[in-house]
């Protein structure tokens, strides 16, 4: 057992240097693509002749997981969250994170049940992390969105083309939203057609409905024609009153939501202080075959409780 722990000791320690290398390397690999982006003809040679060698070393993970699972929705949430690391990396990082909240349980009680259950916690850490990074990335693109939308609908009456406009917003917003349209404008730059570098960007924030519906005006104006700037004034003017009408709900909302977030904790709490208190007590969860049954089935009646407290405050706009 003494042989298996400190080989355990080694694999974190092992993997969590492994993650702070791969994290300072993609640290690295942005500024060199942010100076890149000015170059914006030679940008895609230069870096993927660059990267190429760094993106193998993680490469071998990578295709183990893609037996088991689809690892495109693991690249679309990266993508989605403006993050410059590779699947294999970001699952690298994941299982790293897993065995270090698996080393307590290991040193201090040696069950299997808990083990594992810290395991998953641990791994599951940087995919709530991305997640998290994807909504607020979201979020602040729908606020940004009208103001684009205004300021290209000015370019446009002041006799720019469509794509001039696209270049203007791109150096005058700040990001995401101006890093965003900044990547259509270099997409059309060098050479790619006008619709798919809109379907491109429309691709990486699949969940947006209002940036759906601009990149769907985009291209049925070019295919067919219109008054544009009168369209994009009335599709800001509907963005504007949703997300007012959107901040109400959450604001009438707000009470119900607090309230799931009381009860879901108090039970994780109780048992928390039960631990301190009296380990005796609570510890029969698990070590009794009963008690593990016992507490994997209020597993997941707790989550599930919080699902539905979460989905009933919860007001789609």
């Known amino acids: ?11 974190v320690v092992s993997f969590f240097c492994l993650s702070l290398y791969y994290l300072d390397m993609d640290r690295r690999a942005a500024a060199r693509e942010k100076f890149l982006n000015r170059l914006a003809w030679e940008r895609r040679g230069s870096s ?10 993680s490469g071998f993970l990578e295709s183990i997981i893609g037996r088991v699972m689809d690892t495109a929705l693991i690249e679309s ?3 989605s969250a403006d993050s410059s690391i590779s699947v294999g990396r970001f699952l690298s990082i994941s299982l790293g994170a897993g065995l270090i ?11 299997p049940f808990v083990m594992l259950l810290f395991l998953i916690i641990g791994a599951s850490v940087p995919i709530f992390y991305f997640l998290y990074r994807r909504k607020k990335r979201e979020e602040t693109l729908v606020k940004q969105l009208p103001e684009s939308i205004d300021m290209i609908t000015r370019a446009l009456r002041a006799g720019q083309s469509l794509d001039g406009a696209l270049h203007e917003v791109g150096r005058s917003l700040p990001l995401p939203m101006g890093g965003e349209i900044s990547a259509v404008y270099d997409e059309i730059a060098m050479g790619l057609p006008f619709e798919s570098a809109i379907k491109n960007f429309e691709k990486r924030y699949p969940r947006i409905a209002d940036i759906k519906i601009l990149c769907t005006t985009f291209v049925i104006q070019r ?26 709900v959450k604001t009438l909302t707000a009470e ?10 108090i039970p994780v709490a109780f048992a928390l202080l039960t631990w301190f208190l009296n380990p005796k007590y ?24 919080f699902y539905v407290m979460k989905k009933l405050s919860a007001i789609k706009v």
Do not use: W, Y
Request: charged share 20%.
């Open 1 to 11: 057992m003494k042989v298996f722990i400190l080989v355990m000791v080694f694999m």
């Open 48 to 57: 993927n002749r660059e990267t190429e060698a760094e993106d193998v070393q």
């Open 77 to 79: 949430l990266l993508l």
């Open 101 to 111: 909240f698996m080393m307590p349980p290991l040193i201090l009680m040696r069950n």
């Open 223 to 248: 295919e067919t024609g219109g008054n544009l700037t009168k369209i994009l004034t009335s599709l800001a003017t509907t963005i504007r009153e949703r997300f007012k009408l959107k901040m109400q």
């Open 256 to 265: 119900g939501r607090v309230t799931s977030m009381i009860l879901a904790m």
């Open 282 to 305: 609570i510890s029969i969860l698990f070590v009794h075959p009963t008690g593990k049954k016992i507490l994997f089935f209020a597993l997941f009646l707790e989550c599930l409780g």
